[in-house]
């Protein structure tokens, strides 16, 4: 067997099953479309609906080499020399094509061929009733079959924990020989270690993995662990000493200053700084950002460990920048686009490190304390307030507060701990509803239950015929509501479009026998209940008689403009700052866009204005805007955005602009990108770690702020007597012109300042050795005050002492100026004039040969003067 590459084992993979057929596919995100993840785990994740038959198969096999994140041993990664955050999966796959046979046979032909391993030393396992795999180990590749193993469900038997398909497993494992521990027969472990399974989906099962029919269509779905198997083939104890890694673990030898394997303790250490380091560099790739919820929460933890672990050994700057050069130098021949995103990837790593790094000087002293005490107690737990208090006040994740108090040997109340969070959680959601002006009512429950949902009709529709189902006023379900009530009402069918998506509610007029309601909010609550907020404006209305709404066609359509810009802002920022800048929050209203987007660093005005311009341009070309209802299937396989934190249905509706964007939308948009007319971007800020948000106006009020900045410049020009192309020039030569003028003017407050000082330094007394020199200067602020009387104590030289005082603006200040050889040798300026600040009303203060004092009493001046002589007297004779 001969040592090979990880890259080489992965060509080698991929180009063996091109040879059979498959179709070979790169890596899909870590974030996959399942909503149901919050990661890609596996290599068959982004084939799920082909397996379950949600998406057509246009390709009946494929192999990919797939990166993968699993999460739930974070705590181990590193303590352990196999577990590991991220890993890359190979995978050849069927879709109802070839099965059994073919995929085992293929699995031996690719370890004993091209891989190299000895077929002596190859054990396989199979699920203990699947005979037909036996049969094919045994009978066609010709395994003994005394390296053929049996195992239960539990080993050798796969279903998704839920009723669907499953099926048997066979796996291959490899004897690495007695170097890796002294066993007899078969025991899975470091040395008779699997690295291929391959499972064969040919049943529907329950809920409890029982079998209950065969399927339609069998599949084969393998896995074939990338680092598991360099490991084998490099004939190194753990993956971190493979080629994938090791690079990777140098680095963080050469940041830490520590060699890898001389102490063990340092040891975990470096796995952790090393393989969390991989695994939030491909995170913040696939566009993750470090957050306090979901994925970002989770590559906060990933990167605040890593952190953590280099601080443990002694590392006190920012690091891991360096550590994704290392990652992107080791992986990004196979990675493109993680070669692409380093820079990003650094600002985001650093962003958070230095912020991490704050957050532990502030949090280290309260857990060391609380840890302290506990031993001097005698406890062997930490309270959960202590670790709620850390979380809450410090942003220290849960995890790391518990492995921390257990690296000092104690345990956290996690029990505690939870109901703290929940409580916490409990009083936001009840604030969140106190600050709202609707309320899910009883009342609004009773319209629900009587009179049924809400359509709307405002995709196709301005104006509706409808029933008034119900009134609500001061949280109660009455019958009528009179003239100037402030009401919701809900009519059975609605073209008004309630607040969603972040596209807020419709305005407009509802009419009912005679009388008028001003709706000025429409929200959709309890699921399917559009309520519009309004005002009886005329009349009297009741419920359950007819109705007609309007929605105000203005406001719609200035809403739409922006809705239809906020889209065509979305794909130019990813165009131009890259695909992680999709969209993490907005607010559509008229004439006006918020769009939130991660980001690590402020965007420059210049790249503001290409982003402007380049929305402005695709405006001009008068794309026309489809939206339309389509599967989630047709949506992915038409590449259509979608915000993975949210739920979608099986049918969803897709808002397409030419073929410059494709999202998932449910909000209203103009019918061509040249109806939005302007777009006019105010600026962008940010609004929290890695988040940026920017703010725009479109249409008309994008038009009036041009007019208005065009007729300021206008403005500005007359005034220059200049035209407005010329106005910049003209005002950066009468900057030029002050900016000289002004330095005139200091060079000539700084000679007169020289002569003033030469004056009163010809005035000084002697008193013992030291020249001294007390006197008013009028109209002098404190700060001239004090550059005076240094100028004067650098003329005299030393040993001088200097006290100035000066009325101005209804003020009385002094000031004292004392050499640093009188300083230092016990006489401070302060001790010259304060008593003297006591008659002017104040107090002094300052450096030890500066000090000043200031009051209100001007009249006590110059016998604050008299003050400071004779304190003078006292300290110098």
């Known amino acids: 067997m001969r040592a090979v590459k990880g890259d080489d084992i992965r060509r080698t993979f991929l180009e063996f099953y091109r040879e059979r057929d498959h179709k070979i596919f790169p890596s899909f995100s870590l974030i996959p479309e399942d909503p149901s993840l919050l990661f890609t785990v596996a290599g068959m994740v982004p084939f799920k609906p082909y397996f379950s038959g949600e998406r057509p198969v246009e390709f009946l096999r494929a192999a990919s080499c797939q990166k993968s994140i699993r999460t739930n041993d974070i705590e181990n990664v590193g303590l352990t020399a196999r577990h590991q955050t991220f890993f890359e999966m190979l995978g050849n796959f069927s879709f109802g094509d070839y099965f059994k046979e073919d995929a085992i046979r293929w699995a031996w032909e690719l370890s ?199 601080r443990l050994l002694g590392v006190d700057r920012t690091v891991m920048a360096e550590m994704v050069d290392a990652i992107v130098e080791t992986m990004g021949e196979a990675y493109p686009d993680l070669a692409a995103a380093r820079a990003y990837i650094e600002q985001v790593v650093t962003g958070e490190e230095e912020g991490f790094h704050q957050t532990l000087r502030l949090g280290m002293s309260l857990l060391d304390s609380e840890i302290d005490t506990a031993r001097d107690a005698g406890a062997t737990r930490l309270p959960g307030d202590v670790a709620f208090k850390l979380h809450d006040t410090y942003g220290f994740p849960f995890e790391l507060t518990l492995e921390i108090a257990r690296d000092a040997g104690l345990e956290i109340d996690r029990a505690d701990f939870e109901v703290l969070m929940d409580e916490q959680r409990a009083r936001a959601r009840s604030d969140r509803r106190a600050k709202l002006d609707l309320t899910d009512s009883e009342a609004l429950t009773r319209v629900l239950s009587e009179s049924g949902s809400s359509l709307f009709t405002g995709y196709e529709r301005m104006e509706q015929e409808a029933k008034l189902i119900g009134i609500v006023r001061a949280g109660e379900q009455v019958p009528s509501a009179g003239e100037g009530d402030a009401v919701e009402v809900v009519l059975d069918a609605t073209p008004f479009y309630p607040e969603g998506g972040g596209q807020v509610g419709d305005h407009g007029v509802i009419e009912v026998d005679g009388a008028r309601l001003e709706v ?128 979608y249905g099986d049918f969803v509706r897709i808002v397409e602009i030419g073929n410059y964007s494709i999202e998932l939308c449910g909000g209203t948009h103009v019918t061509r990108t040249s109806d939005v007319g302007v777009v006019k971007i105010l600026g962008e800020a940010s609004i929290g770690s890695n988040l940026r948000r920017i703010e725009a106006l479109t249409g008309a009020a994008a038009i009036e702020d041009f007019r208005n900045a065009r007729a300021v410049l206008d403005r500005i020009a007359a005034l220059l007597k200049t035209s407005p192309e010329d106005a910049p020039g003209r005002i950066e030569r009468l900057l030029a012109d002050l900016k000289a003028a002004e330095q005139q003017i200091k060079k000539a407050q700084s000679a007169g300042q020289k002569e003033e000082a030469a004056e009163l330094a010809s005035k000084a007394e002697r008193i013992g050795t030291t020249s001294f020199v007390a006197g008013e200067v009028p109209g002098r602020a404190v700060g001239e005050l004090q550059k005076l009387a240094v100028a004067v104590r650098d003329a005299i030289g030393a040993p001088a002492a200097v006290v100035l005082g000066s009325a101005a603006d209804g003020r009385a200040g002094i000031v004292a100026a004392v050499d640093k050889g009188t300083a230092t040798s016990g006489t401070k300026a302060a001790a010259l004039i304060a008593q003297a600040a006591k008659a002017i009303g104040g107090g002094a203060g300052g450096r030890d040969d500066v000090a000043t004092g200031g009051g209100k009493n001007v009249d006590g001046l110059a016998e604050a003067l008299r003050l400071a002589r004779a304190a003078a007297e006292e300290l110098f004779r």
């Open 112 to 310: 004993t061929g091209p891989f190299g391993l000895d077929p002596e030393r190859i054990w396989v396992s199979t699920y203990e009733d699947d005979d037909d795999s036996v049969q094919i180990w045994r009978d066609v590749v010709g395994v003994p079959a005394d390296r053929i193993v049996r195992r239960d469900a539990d080993d050798n038997f796969w279903w998704m924990g839920v009723a669907g398909p499953g099926g048997p497993c066979s796996e291959l494992f490899y004897d690495r020989g007695p170097k890796y521990g002294d066993v007899e027969g078969f025991q899975d472990g470091d040395r008779i270690m699997e690295f291929y399974n391959l499972v064969f989906t040919e049943f529907q099962v329950d809920d409890e993995g029982h079998r209950i029919a065969d399927l339609p269509k069998r599949n084969v779905d393998t896995g074939l662990g990338l680092e598991r198997l360099a490991q084998i083939l490099q004939d190194v104890p753990t993956a971190y000493e493979t080629d994938l890694l090791r690079p990777i673990v140098a680095r963080a030898e050469k940041v830490t200053s520590r060699r890898y394997g001389e102490n063990e303790k340092a040891d975990v250490s470096l796995r952790i700084i090393a393989e969390h380091a991989r695994a939030g560099a491909f995170l913040i790739g696939d566009g993750v950002i470090p957050g306090n919820e979901g994925r970002g929460y989770v590559l906060r933890r990933l990167l605040r460990r890593a952190v953590r672990h280099a």
């Open 520 to 647: 000025v909010d429409t929200q959709r609550r309890l699921g399917d209940l559009i309520v519009h907020t309004a005002t009886v404006a005329r009349g009297e209305v009741h419920a359950g008689t007819p109705a007609f709404a309007r929605v105000d066609p203005a406001w719609r359509a200035a809403t739409e403009r922006s809705h239809s810009a906020t889209h065509i802002v979305h794909a130019t920022l990813r165009q131009t700052l890259g695909e992680q800048s999709r969209q993490a929050g907005s607010l559509v209203e008229p004439g006006r866009l918020r769009f939130d987007f991660p980001y690590p660093e402020r965007v420059p005005r210049e790249v503001l204005d290409e982003i402007e311009a380049t929305v402005n341009r695709r405006l001009l070309w008068a794309d026309p805007v489809r939206a339309y209802e389509t599967t989630m299937a047709e949506a992915r396989s038409r590449g259509a955005l979608m915000l993975f934190e949210e739920k």
